[in-house]
């Protein structure tokens, strides 16, 4: 199975950006669909994006429509997450999870589904 590695989080203002990205081990990223969660202080963890094997679909929390972009590249083992608009309630850690299934088109964006998980990537958006 694959390992996963967080990085690219980091302190920044609001309207700004960043990137995370999600490094996987082993040659096998193809076959998991990833999703991007989140967990801010006192919070359970949320659903942020999602994107299928194929990269085709993705599916995206309300709260980030529009200002976040989950994309992966499966000869580069990496799963990407391009967040623009930074707001202060985007404050969390982000993790990335992978979910092994057959269907390389469907995003999963139940928690529970995903088995493997990262340690996460702070991210911290101040005014």
């Known amino acids: 199975q694959v390992q996963l590695v967080e990085s690219g989080g980091g302190s920044v203002q609001a309207g700004d950006s960043l990137r995370l990205s999600c490094a996987a081990s082993?040659?096998?990223?193809?076959?998991?669909?990833m999703g991007w969660f989140r967990q801010a202080p006192g919070k359970g963890r949320d659903f942020v994006a999602g994107?299928?094997?194929?990269?085709?679909?993705?599916d995206y929390a309300d709260s980030v429509r529009g200002r976040f972009t989950i994309s992966r590249d499966n000869d580069k083992n990496t799963l990407y997450l391009q967040m623009d608009s930074l707001k202060l309630e985007d404050t969390a850690v982000y993790y990335c999870?992978?979910?092994?299934?057959?269907?390389?088109?469907?995003?999963?964006?139940?928690?529970?589904?995903?088995?493997?998980w990262g340690r996460g990537t702070q991210v911290t958006v101040s005014a």
């Open positions: 082993g040659r096998t990223f193809s076959q998991y669909a």
């Open positions: 994107v299928s094997r194929s990269g085709v679909r993705t």
């Open positions: 999870a992978a979910d092994r299934r057959f269907s390389v088109v469907d995003v999963t964006i139940v928690e529970g589904q995903y088995d493997i």
